[in-house]
């Protein structure tokens, strides 16, 4: 129990001390492609902390629910990364539901996003809202089929069984179905993290914006737990993308060793994925909001033709 | 309640086979949502209306005589019973508008349902030579294929209409938000399942193990509701309307459980097809907990705001915290959000589709697949649905007057809500619990071992090591990763004064509830998304100065969209009877004397045939 615990909690704090500097990263990535000097990879950090020290104003239109918000995010984040296998392929929380209670996590946050989005009675963030959960919607469905073509060959829906599984038979990894529900996985992180070319997290123009629509009325310290949220969502999301369908030197257990060499093929992998979104991010431009579910529609059909892959080719 | 049996006979009360009750656990476990959701429902009532109070409880007592029936006559009886008081309560709200239509639908809807279950039992009676139920199921064995394929299809269209099945469902977005709430609550909660228990009978019970094609039928159902019952939800703008179209989505859900469990039944894995009933069981009773919450209060903000339409809602989070805090706590259970009962039992059903790789059949993998992607699509616009109905109906500024001046519910109203919203919190938090009394259930129902609880009291195994499932964990954890932000801001010294002030809005002097999202607006992504369903029609008028068409008088947008079903479905089908009947019409004149003659002339044509 108290090991359960203790690795709950090293998890958490991995997850919630290293995801700025994720963000940081991809955002110094692509400053670096178009030819800008651009921040640090610290500077969210920096930006954290001015947040955290500023005052908080709180439009009078709203209800505690703007205020709860952002404690929910944090926390369904927090947890989220209880249940994903960072460090090794035993997440403590692993017992307490599969990928199934990992997306639900997440779609908790957006439920709550959006109708705070909502609460302070802007047209702004009712837009926002209103995009957020039609893109949430259409991007379950791609998520689940995914699931199923990697679970009916590793024959469990727990995420850390399923990263053992593959890392023990790397056969399994050179399938067709398996490249083919990666990518349609990639697109759903694209869409679920408000990454180009679904949202711009770099832009305020209100005609495009999703996501930074809805946290618009928020301040101070609120708006620092929803930006570091939304980091932690983007490294959980990249965690999962590398150690479900690329789980090599990902430890069984946590020795003292087997924790450093895990630390460190994470972060490999980690970099590696940052360097591949930020060449994505500079090559495309956003999409009309309304060409979004056409690529939705395409990740769909990948993850359909996984599943056909997977069923067919045995 | 589950697990004793008993039966009552009393001959002389009904004719041809006399009154029958038998109990069994399925039986049991229906009779429980009956009275679980009659509770609060009642209490509510006390403080909501004094109107229908002599069909309220013959409904109550036709919906608990339903499960227990043992023989057709005593079944029908009071499936009509259930249905003619049901109606009464529908029209009982005449204040209503529409009222009267609605009854007037449900009326039709009902009978064409108790027609097909008449011609089915009838069929099945004649066929096995006994009225008794008991003995249906040794007699199934011995009735060649297409006799089970026609009394299964026949029944099933009568069950699946009452269940508010697609294409079948059009009474009960009209008839359900009609009634008074509690008995939507009723309706929705409780009435809609008996329908799917008589699925469950019908399909495992009367007639023997059919085969597969059985449950697939029942899965494609489930998922054409599932999907199509959200889709339109997610646009309705009465809040009522919205729920009872959400009720078909979960109707949709509790069917791909029951289908999933029929494959798995006709392939011979019992230990799945048990799963799959405890899914399909399970969300039956979670919808009936969180759907007659929402009910509830939906009508405590038709009684306490005056109005129903979102468009002019807002603000209620404020003026009514009870009412809104229970809505709430629905919208988060029905949208499948741990730490929820909803969350649980969707849970459960994505574990018994994804398990379809246990029978290596290509066609039954891409039933499932498209079934799972049902799923997961329904769930999805079920979270961008109940974000709407809340956001836009409880946050940010009152849209009308009414919202400005809406007052909280009474103490009864309250303590109805407040005993769902509980029983919500508690089938979510313990599943352990509820599991194995509902895996006996399904394992009886199966004739099957029951599935093993799970290696402790906080966590749920399926299938090996499948999958787990511990929500006492994860409410634990969610808890603490609340406190943790608000800890770690304290020790680092955020500044804890708050500043109060209007909504950003570009610089504009007057931010008024104009200015928000509207309900319709906030729809407008799924709608253009799914155009082809709703094909929506929008009309815009604009009335501009003679002297410039910059300067705009009068603007005025109208927008609908066109429910599939009734036009491809029922306007040809209604035409049809118009026409037949406009060709019958000939032959009535109104005189006694040319009817006798008809008599005698059908008399002995029937002479001469037989």
């Not at chain 1, 399938?175 to 990518?183: K, N, R």
């Not at chain 2, 089915?120 to 199921?137: I, Q």
């Not at chain 2, 109005?307 to 259970?333: H, I």
Request: some cysteine.
């Amino acid at each position: 129990m108290t090991g359960a615990i203790v690795g709950a909690l090293l998890q958490a704090l991995v997850v919630a001390v290293a995801s700025p500097l994720l963000l940081g990263l991809v955002r110094t990535l692509k400053a670096r492609l178009v030819g800008r000097r651009g921040p640090d990879p610290w500077q969210p950090y920096a930006d954290l902390a001015k947040l955290c020290r500023k005052e908080v104003v709180i439009s009078t239109a709203t209800s505690w629910i703007f205020r709860f918000t952002p404690f929910v995010l944090v926390a369904t984040m927090l947890v989220a990364a209880g249940v994903v296998p960072v460090l090794g392929t035993r997440p403590a929380l692993s017992f307490a539901g599969g990928i199934i209670l990992l997306m639900s996590l997440f779609m908790l946050g957006t439920f709550f996003l959006a109708l705070a989005g909502l609460d302070s009675g802007s047209a702004f963030g009712g837009m926002g809202s209103s995009r957020e959960v039609a893109v949430a919607a259409l991007a379950e469905p791609t998520v689940m089929l995914a699931v199923f073509a990697l679970v009916i060959r590793t024959g469990t829906t727990n995420l850390g069984g399923v990263a053992e599984r593959i890392g023990n038979e790397p056969a399994l990894a050179a399938h067709p179905g398996h490249l083919l529900a990666f990518v349609a996985f990639f697109i759903v992180m694209l869409a679920e993290t408000g990454r180009l070319p679904v949202d711009n997290p770099a832009t305020h123009l209100e005609l495009t914006m999703i996501h930074e629509a809805m946290i618009l009325e928020y301040s101070g310290p609120y708006l620092a737990m929803v930006e570091w949220a939304s980091a932690m969502k983007l490294f959980l999301f990249m965690t999962l993308l590398t150690n479900l369908f690329a789980p090599w030197w990902v430890p069984a257990d946590l020795g003292a060793y087997a924790l450093l060499l895990g630390l460190l093929a994470l972060a490999g992998k980690l970099v590696l994925l940052a360097a591949a979104l930020a060449v994505l991010e500079t090559a495309v431009a956003k999409l009309r909001l309304f060409r979004v579910p056409e690529l939705l529609a395409g990740s769909f059909a990948l993850a359909l033709l996984s599943v056909a892959a997977v069923v067919l080719l045995k | 309640m589950l697990g004793h049996a008993w039966a009552l006979e009393v001959p002389w009360l009904v004719p041809l086979a006399g009154l029958s009750l038998r109990m069994d656990p399925l039986a049991g476990f229906f009779l429980l949502l009956v009275g679980a959701t009659a509770v609060p429902a009642s209490i509510y009532a006390m403080g909501y209306t004094r109107r229908g109070l002599g069909a309220y409880p013959a409904f109550l007592l036709s919906m608990a005589v339903v499960p227990l029936a043992a023989n057709v006559l005593t079944f029908l009886l009071a499936w009509e019973g259930m249905a003619l008081a049901s109606y009464a309560l529908v029209l009982s709200a005449h204040d209503e508008r529409d009222a009267s239509r609605a009854a007037w639908i449900y009326a039709v809807m009902t009978h064409a349902g108790l027609a097909c279950l008449l011609a089915g039992m009838l069929l099945m009676a004649g066929w096995t030579g006994s009225l008794r139920f008991a003995d249906w199921s040794a007699a199934a064995a011995g009735l060649g294929a297409p006799a089970r394929n026609a009394v299964f299809v026949l029944l099933a269209l009568g069950f699946a209409s009452k269940a508010g099945v697609m294409p079948l469902h059009v009474w009960l977005p009209v008839a359900h938000p009609a009634a008074p709430s509690h008995v939507s609550a009723l309706m929705s909660g409780v009435m809609i399942k008996l329908g799917v228990m008589g699925l469950l009978r019908a399909g495992t019970d009367w007639l023997g193990v059919g085969p597969p094609w059985w449950g697939v039928a029942l899965m494609l159902a489930g998922t054409a509701s599932a999907v199509g019952g959200v889709l339109y939800a997610v646009v309705e703008r009465d809040l009522k309307r919205l729920l009872a179209f959400s009720s078909i989505d979960n109707v949709g859900i509790i069917l791909m459980g029951v289908g999933a469990g029929m494959v798995f039944h006709a392939s011979g894995l019992g230990a799945l097809a048990v799963l799959a009933l405890v899914a399909a069981l399970y969300h039956a009773a979670n919808h009936a907990a969180f759907k007659a919450l929402l009910f509830l209060a939906a009508g405590a903000v038709a009684r306490g705001a005056g109005t129903r339409d979102l468009e002019a809602l807002g603000g209620l989070a404020k003026r009514m915290p009870w009412t809104g805090a229970a809505f709430l706590l629905g919208s988060l259970a029905i949208a499948a959000l741990p730490p929820l009962n909803g969350f649980v039992s969707e849970w459960l059903t994505f574990q018994v589709l994804l398990q379809t790789m246990r029978i290596p059949r290509l066609e039954l993998s891409l039933v499932f697949a498209l079934a799972i992607a049902g799923l997961a699509l329904a769930a999805g616009l079920a979270v961008a649905c109940f974000v709407r109905a809340f956001g836009i109906g409880f946050l940010a500024l009152p849209r009308s007057d009414a919202a400005a001046q809406a007052r909280e519910v009474g103490g009864a109203m309250r303590a109805a809500m407040v005993l769902l919203a509980a029983l919500c919190l508690g089938l979510g938090l313990g599943p352990t619990v509820v599991l194995p009394h509902l895996g006996a259930v399904a394992a009886q129902r199966l004739g099957t071992g029951a599935p093993l609880p799970g290696p402790d009291a906080f966590t749920v195994t399926v299938s090996g090591d499948f999958a787990t499932l511990s929500m006492p964990v994860i409410a634990l954890a969610l808890t603490f990763g609340l406190a943790l932000p608000a800890v770690l801001l304290r020790i680092m010294g955020a500044p804890r004064n708050m500043r109060r002030y209007e909504t950003w809005g570009c610089g504009r002097l007057l931010q008024t509830a104009r200015m928000e999202y509207t309900a319709i607006a906030f729809a407008s992504p799924v709608r253009r998304i799914f155009d082809f369903l709703y094909r929506p029609q929008t009309r815009l008028e604009v009335e501009a100065h003679p002297g410039s068409r910059f300067f705009v008088r009068r603007m005025a947008y109208g927008h609908s969209t066109r429910a599939l079903a009734e036009d491809w479905l029922y306007a040809p089908v209604l035409g049809a009877l118009r026409l037949g009947a406009a060709r019958v019409r000939a032959i009535q004149s109104g005189r006694i004397n040319l009817y006798l003659l008809y008599v005698l002339a059908t008399l002995i044509v029937f002479l001469v045939l037989a």
